[in-house]
């Protein structure tokens, strides 16, 4: 393999084998840095083990892979040193308050005392959690542990962070407002290698994008590219009755020859479309089977169409996670050779 300061991970064929099941079958990645990469895929298709096979936690069954160069089997410890780490589940110690596990990370990651407080207090600051650094975690909701998880990851600020769907569970205004640190951690100098199953974060933050589906990469591009290989445009539909929704699916099947998705508001169906034309032939036999619309836009296809367009289902199926994704704990700072062991 050859190497480029230019690609802060490649790796290629990564293999990951739990018993019977091939969690990850052959994955090939090419991260570039200073970028966010996006690796999207539903529960269970792969995208935790991979990054834990990348952040040395687990050992590839087969194929290679390099952080900055570094190969991941022959030198951990270097590339131990090149990353962070943020889980599914929060690391931090309930039992102590924001402060002092702050002050736990730093210490552990070489900080000195005064030097480990005053890195503890702007990172406090900058995720809103001044106001509560005294409290016990225990107290804390949901969102505020993940935004002091991803703190502790970013003492050292690494030159690259693994995010594993760091906005889980979050609400709305706490997940916009992880989406601006890893934007801020990407025009500061760190890469961001992302999984996350919500489409829109990908659309959002990723300069490119892996489709993930049962432990194989099934396309990789930007945002634009990938949408634009299931067609140059989409259809919205609105309908009158929500009742007449499979009725409709079917006869976008017929007609347009093409899988529909179901939106989170009732009634709406979207559908991506290689000829905006046969938007009319759509029309006419819906009015035949008598179903009523509403409303109809045609408008670039989303990726939630993508992913059903590669996969055969939409990005949101909850399969049963691998062995190794539902094994998967966190780290909140870059991992050790104890939580190797550990894990």
Same mark, same amino acid.
């Given at each position: 393999m050859t190497h #480029? #300061? /230019?690609w802060a991970v490649e790796a290629h064929g990564l293999v990951?084998?739990? @018993?019977d099941n091939r969690a990850v079958d052959g994955v090939d990645l090419s991260v570039r840095t200073g970028t966010v990469y996006g690796v999207l895929g539903p529960n269970g298709a792969g995208k935790t083990t991979t990054i834990r096979m990348l952040a040395t936690l687990l050992k590839p069954d087969g194929g290679d892979a390099t952080v900055f160069g570094h190969d991941i089997r022959r030198e951990p410890q270097i590339v131990r040193q090149l990353i962070g780490v943020t889980g599914q589940y929060a690391s931090v110690d309930e039992t102590l #308050? $924001?402060?002092e596990n702050l002050m736990l990370f730093s210490r552990l990651n070489g900080l000195s005392r005064a030097d480990?407080?005053?890195k503890s207090t702007e990172l406090l600051e900058e995720f809103g959690l001044s106001e509560a650094?005294?409290?016990p975690l225990k107290k804390f909701s949901g969102g505020m542990r993940r935004r002091l998880d991803l703190a502790a990851s970013l003492i050292s600020q690494p030159p690259l962070i693994f995010l594993d769907e760091p906005t889980? @569970?979050? /609400?709305?205004?706490t997940r916009s407002q992880m989406w601006d640190t890893i934007r801020r951690l990407v025009a500061t100098g760190s890469t961001v290698l992302l999984t996350t199953q919500y489409l829109d974060e990908a659309d959002q933050l990723a300069d490119r994008i892996a489709v993930i589906d049962r432990g194989i990469v099934v396309a990789e591009g930007t945002a634009g590219e990938l949408k634009a290989s299931v067609g140059t445009s989409s259809l919205l539909l609105r309908l009158a009755d929500a009742g007449s929704l499979e009725? $409709?699916?079917?006869a976008i099947l017929d007609v347009l020859g093409v899988e529909s998705v179901l939106t989170p508001e009732a009634g709406r169906i979207t559908a991506p479309m290689s000829d905006p034309d046969s938007v009319t032939d759509l029309l006419i036999r819906l009015r035949a089977d008598g179903i009523a619309i509403e409303e109809l836009s045609v408008q670039q296809p989303t990726l939630d169409e993508v992913f059903l367009a590669l996969t055969g289902h939409p990005a949101d199926d909850d399969a049963a996670p691998a062995p190794g994704d539902a094994a998967a704990g966190a780290s909140g700072a870059a991992p050790t050779p104890e939580l190797e062991t550990a894990r």
């Amino acid at each position: 393999m050859t190497h #480029s #300061s /230019d690609w802060a991970v490649e790796a290629h064929g990564l293999v990951k084998v739990f @018993g019977d099941n091939r969690a990850v079958d052959g994955v090939d990645l090419s991260v570039r840095t200073g970028t966010v990469y996006g690796v999207l895929g539903p529960n269970g298709a792969g995208k935790t083990t991979t990054i834990r096979m990348l952040a040395t936690l687990l050992k590839p069954d087969g194929g290679d892979a390099t952080v900055f160069g570094h190969d991941i089997r022959r030198e951990p410890q270097i590339v131990r040193q090149l990353i962070g780490v943020t889980g599914q589940y929060a690391s931090v110690d309930e039992t102590l #308050s $924001a402060t002092e596990n702050l002050m736990l990370f730093s210490r552990l990651n070489g900080l000195s005392r005064a030097d480990a407080r005053r890195k503890s207090t702007e990172l406090l600051e900058e995720f809103g959690l001044s106001e509560a650094a005294t409290r016990p975690l225990k107290k804390f909701s949901g969102g505020m542990r993940r935004r002091l998880d991803l703190a502790a990851s970013l003492i050292s600020q690494p030159p690259l962070i693994f995010l594993d769907e760091p906005t889980t @569970g979050l /609400d709305p205004r706490t997940r916009s407002q992880m989406w601006d640190t890893i934007r801020r951690l990407v025009a500061t100098g760190s890469t961001v290698l992302l999984t996350t199953q919500y489409l829109d974060e990908a659309d959002q933050l990723a300069d490119r994008i892996a489709v993930i589906d049962r432990g194989i990469v099934v396309a990789e591009g930007t945002a634009g590219e990938l949408k634009a290989s299931v067609g140059t445009s989409s259809l919205l539909l609105r309908l009158a009755d929500a009742g007449s929704l499979e009725r $409709a699916r079917h006869a976008i099947l017929d007609v347009l020859g093409v899988e529909s998705v179901l939106t989170p508001e009732a009634g709406r169906i979207t559908a991506p479309m290689s000829d905006p034309d046969s938007v009319t032939d759509l029309l006419i036999r819906l009015r035949a089977d008598g179903i009523a619309i509403e409303e109809l836009s045609v408008q670039q296809p989303t990726l939630d169409e993508v992913f059903l367009a590669l996969t055969g289902h939409p990005a949101d199926d909850d399969a049963a996670p691998a062995p190794g994704d539902a094994a998967a704990g966190a780290s909140g700072a870059a991992p050790t050779p104890e939580l190797e062991t550990a894990r």
